[in-house]
């Protein structure tokens, strides 16, 4: 242990024996977006001492305001999410062991990039990948913690298998999709994140050092009136009616809600994943793309601008196309200028 943790020993609820199990502790990632940087980049100072970071998407000037891992240069050069963290949190804590994997988590990959870890920390934007999150954490036996924020609200729930439920039950009992703001209609205050990051991390170091986390779905208002709190679902236990909790079924896994094209939560883009993914050629595509796009290349990517849209690709075959939301487009755009 190092002295940049004497604060943390003091504290009666870490203390020294806290601490080395803090240290001994794999936390993953999935998302490193505005919650997902800054739960991350508080792990890696609590002392954490392995962390994995998934994440599918590059930086964009508009992260800048509440992604606090990254910086212009990051923007400018489309990042990956996942690497610019990961090199920014080998300069704030060299002592932790940070793997970034610019991926996107899928039903194929999900069981191997989650196991081995003690927690996994869901910051994602949409809900196929929460469910997957949460599917393949509860496979694995893995507690979880889903923290999100949308417009002024923010929310954390924590799973810890089998004695509390899984985001598929708390589902049951929330407001059916479609009757609530997303990032889409409403934004988000800047500082938000911020607080929800905190409040996710402070039950993932409550899992690492044996102490009981906190039941049921916290949520925030911060914006209308004086800041509020308040705890839902306290008493709420797994369902036997969810495939997951009641039945040892995982539809995530089994590909159910996966789709090719997505369209990405607060944007104007599509991800296309191919159906037979393999790593593509980009000298090859970079040679053909020239004579009508314009094309450099960047960190494990390859980025092309033609037709109105900038097309990036990355190592694992996916492609995210930036300019239209509409996913047929998108299709046929990736179709027309990468192929297979």
Sequence with gaps: ??????????????????????????????????????????????????????????????????????????????????????????????????????????????????????????????????????????????????????????????????????????????????????????????????????????EALRLAVGAETSPGVLTWEVWNGALTSRRRFEAARPSPACPACGEGRYPALEGEGSSSAVRLCGRDAVQIRPRDPAPPDFESLARRLASVASVRRGEGILIANVDGVTLTLFEDGRCLIRGTGDPVRARAIYDQYVGR
């Design 1 to 202: 242990m190092s002295a940049r943790h004497d604060r943390s020993i003091l504290f009666p609820g870490i203390g020294p024996e806290g601490q080395k199990r803090i240290e001994a502790s794999a936390i993953a990632f999935v998302g490193v977006g505005a919650v997902g940087a800054a739960a991350a980049e508080i792990a890696a100072r609590a002392g954490f001492g392995r962390l994995t970071l998934i994440d599918r998407d590059v930086v964009e000037e508009s992260n800048l305001s509440r992604q606090f891992l990254f910086d212009a240069e990051d923007a400018k050069a489309a990042s990956p999410k996942a690497t610019a963290a990961a090199r920014r949190l080998a300069r704030i804590a060299p002592g932790v062991e940070v793997r970034a994997l610019a991926e996107d988590l899928d039903h194929v990959n999900a069981l191997r990039h989650l196991k081995g870890h003690d927690v996994v920390f869901d910051g994602t934007d949409n809900f196929e990948t929460r469910l997957l999150v949460s599917d393949a954490s509860r496979a694995l036996g893995l507690p979880s913690i889903a923290a999100a924020c949308v417009g002024s609200e923010g929310l954390v729930a924590v799973s810890r298998p089998p004695k509390t439920p899984c985001l598929r039950c708390f589902l049951e009992v929330l407001p059916p999709a479609g009757s609530g703001p997303t990032c889409d209609t409403v934004g988000v205050v800047p500082s938000l994140p911020l607080l929800v990051a905190a409040a996710g991390m402070t």
